[in-house]
């Protein structure tokens, strides 16, 4: 029994890494789908200006994922050790912050 729980265990991570690699594919394409409709939006002379603006914004996105999503996602406690996740909240915690957000939206 203790052999099979394994497994499971072992198959849910493997499809869990497989799904964010595909996934990460998928929003890369998105990115590069972006940079060419903007550049056909704009003059041939500003195509390369707004390619390189794309890149840019990617590879700060990426970076900033790296350094401040993946330990939200995660909890490594690496660099934001202090930051509560969702997954470490019980129901109450995610109740009142629901709350919250309905009344700065109402305020």
């Known amino acids: ?3 099979n729980l394994n497994h499971i265990f072992e198959l849910q991570y493997a499809l869990d890494t497989f799904y964010f ?7 890369m394409w998105m990115a590069a789908g972006f ?10 002379k500003n195509t390369t200006e707004i390619l390189t603006k794309n890149v840019s914004l990617f590879a700060v996105a990426c970076t900033m994922y790296l350094i401040c999503g993946y330990d939200i996602m995660y909890g490594g406690g ?8 969702v997954a470490e909240m019980d129901d109450a915690a995610v109740a009142g912050v629901i709350v919250a957000i309905t009344r700065k939206k109402t305020n």
């Open 78 to 85: 690496l660099f934001l050790s202090g930051i509560t996740t």
């Open 35 to 44: 940079s060419m409709l903007e550049a056909g939006l704009v003059r041939a």
């Open 1 to 3: 029994m203790e052999s």
């Open 21 to 27: 690699l595909i996934c990460g594919a998928l929003v």
